[in-house]
């Protein structure tokens, strides 16, 4: 597992180098924006860890630019920042992950674990749902070709029951998959960000698309199935 550390600060960066390589990852440092969008768009890595300050090109440049170069390896962002605003712009460029400095060494190797399992594959793919289109990379969903607003959370749910619609979704599929995995919180957050959804991508639109299942979970139709629409 080749791993691109882009990082200015060289002792966090040597530390992380240290800390990786122990756990049999081979890791490339990039000291800088420049250097660093030239190594993730010459070089082939499983995944590139992209500071947000760095001189040269922001981490924010340099991840648009490495998507604008048809580069999908997978990105998982360092940011001081968690202003969740920060957290949309690089969605919205289409980061995988993020982690916020200071964060602990073992959580960033697991994040990075199962970065690289999801892989860059499926990146370009836009998922549709009826009239419900989500594209995973530009981070937009619209609905009849309405753009449609969505929180990153809001976002995470929706193409979840997106890559399973017609399928049924639990919640505890929802809090694995969209929420921190360390979070251990009560699962009607999962409720609350449905409702959420419903006023977004349904209401508006006279739609029906996400499904209670009583006891279960979730499912979302696509409407090919007529005759299935039985919302509580
Ligand atoms: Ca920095």
New binding site residues.
Partial sequence: MKVLLV???FRLAATVRRGLQAEGFVVVIAGDGTEGLQQATEGSFDAVIL?I??PGLSGYEVLRRMRAKQVWTPVMMLTAKTDEQDQIDAFDLGADDYLTKPFVFTVLVARLRALMRRGACERPVVLTAGSLSLDPVRRCVAREGTPIELTPREFGVLEHLMRYRNTVVTKADLLEHVWDPRYHGADNVVEVYVGYLRRKIDMPFGTNAIQTIRGVGYLLDTGEYPGTRDEA
Avoid: N
């Fill in positions: 990082e200015d600060e500071d300050m760095l």
